[in-house]
T-cell receptor, first 113, second 113 residues
């Protein structure tokens, strides 16, 4: 079974600063995918970034980058130059064999002006 | 670009009533997932369909059923509703191919009173 752990209860960051949201995972399958989703207060689930287990380089998408450390089984999300609109709940998730997503408990990020 | 469409966006039902939630996946996506997200919780997988056949089943109560139709839209049928069924219900669609993300609809917020 797969497991995603997000232990940070809530994060605060000053506008324009960078922030790292932690995620660790556990699976015995050598092939898996790691995802980050953003959920603002309106409720929709927005895809941010994807990292495959065999990808050699860390994924980047604009201001989002994924710090993938396979040996530590961690997949931390780094948001650079935080904006007020980044305030939301952030979920780390994984799939194995293109199956369903298993989510972590989520982290609340608040960006201060 | 077309996104996943869910209807209705909001639904209020009384205990013991039935509800039907609809999902229209992104065109050419062959896989549909249903998730339930309780207040303050992470999304929990309910059921998935690949090419109109049920492909996986999660923590879906026996009171719930789902199907995918020939036009690829999916419906989640919920009977004998309980207060605890109040949640945000997401549908997501994807291509059954490694490395592809699941795109989520905006969700249906079900309130059981």
């Amino acid at each position: 079974a797969q497991k995603i752990t997000q232990t940070q209860p809530g994060m605060f960051v000053q506008e324009k600063e960078a922030v790292t949201l932690d995620c660790t995972y556990d699976t015995s399958d050598p092939s898996y995918g790691l995802f980050w989703y953003k959920q603002p207060s309106s409720g929709e689930m927005i895809f941010l970034i994807y990292q495959g287990s065999y990808d050699q380089q860390n994924a980047t998408e604009g201001r989002y980058s994924l710090n993938f450390q396979k040996a530590r089984k961690s997949a931390n999300l780094v948001i650079s130059a935080s904006q007020l609109g980044d305030s939301a709940m952030y979920f780390c998730a994984m799939t194995v064999a293109n199956s369903k997503l298993t989510f972590g408990k989520g982290i609340t990020l608040s960006v201060r002006p | 670009a077309a996104g996943v469409i869910q209807s209705p966006r909001h639904l209020i039902k009384e205990k013991r009533e039935t509800a039907t939630l609809k999902c229209y996946p992104i065109p050419r996506h062959d896989t549909v997932y249903w998730y339930q997200q309780g207040p303050g919780q992470d999304p929990q997988f309910l059921i998935s369909f690949y090419e109109k056949m049920q492909s996986d089943k999660g923590s879906i109560p026996d009171r719930f059923s789902a199907q995918q139709f020939s036009d690829y839209h999916s419906e989640l049928n919920m009977s004998s509703l309980e207060l605890g069924d109040s949640a945000l219900y997401f549908c997501a669609s994807s291509l059954n191919r490694e490395g592809t993300e699941a795109f989520f609809g905006q969700g249906t917020r079900l309130t059981v009173v």
